[in-house]
């Protein structure tokens, strides 16, 4: 196990979406989506519950590979 897991903050993967809610939950209606939805995983998007593309530079700075999950209709 990695040594900063115990650390309280060190394990938190949202450092910016609704941080004043106790838990952040989107529910999307499948009928409002046209064709296609690309949803973040990253928690990195400025367009949240949406992936802008942000995870790109996630990426590259930590060497992750997240990336959304896209909702076909
Ligand atoms: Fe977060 Fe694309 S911006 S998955």
């Known amino acids: 196990a990695r ?6 903050s060190s394990g938190r ?3 910016q979406i609704r941080k004043h809610e106790p ?12 064709e296609k939805a690309a949803f973040c995983r ?3 998007t ?3 519950p949406y992936c802008d593309g942000s995870h790109a530079e996630h990426n590259k700075l930590t060497g992750d590979n997240v ?3 896209v909702v076909k209709k």
């Open 13 to 15: 993967c949202n450092n």
């Open 23 to 34: 838990k952040v939950v989107d529910m999307i209606d499948v009928e409002d989506i046209a």
């Open 42 to 44: 990253c928690w990195k």
């Open 3 to 8: 040594a900063n897991c115990a650390a309280k």
């Open 46 to 48: 400025k367009n949240w």
């Open 67 to 69: 990336g959304p999950v």
